[in-house]
């Protein structure tokens, strides 16, 4: 089992930046992957951004060049640096682990992004 944690959501406007949070109670070196999910209103869930325990990062198409993932030294807590954001950025984000063939999910942060 792995206990996911976000932290870090809120409102800002366009061009903005904001930074999430989330900790883990497994370390990405015991497990496989962290990572980042969203949701926005009336659309599924889909991966923003993950990272690999060997370091191996994906993006998403719509976020690549604005987004950033990275884990601390422990590998506790990943993070999700966004910036230059854009209203179409506005979702729930899910914190999300892999380890071996189980998937969980924290239990999100608003990300609200208006003028």
């Known amino acids: 089992q792995v206990q996911l944690v976000e932290s870090g959501g809120g409102l800002v406007q366009p061009g903005g930046s904001l930074r999430l949070s989330c900790a883990a109670s497994k370390s990405i070196f015991s497990i496989n992957t962290l990572g980042w999910y969203r949701q926005a209103p009336g659309k599924q869930r889909e991966v923003a951004a993950v990272?690999?325990?060997?370091?191996?990062?994906n993006y998403i198409d719509s976020v690549k060049g604005r987004f950033n993932i990275s884990v601390d030294n422990t590998g506790h807590t990943v993070y999700l640096q966004m910036s230059d954001l854009k209203p179409e950025d506005t979702a729930h984000y899910y914190c999300?682990?892999?380890?071996?063939?189980?998937?969980?999910w924290g239990q999100g942060t608003q990300v609200s992004v208006t003028s």
């Open positions: 999300y682990a892999r380890d071996g063939s189980k998937r969980y």
């Open positions: 990272i690999t325990f060997g370091g191996t990062t």
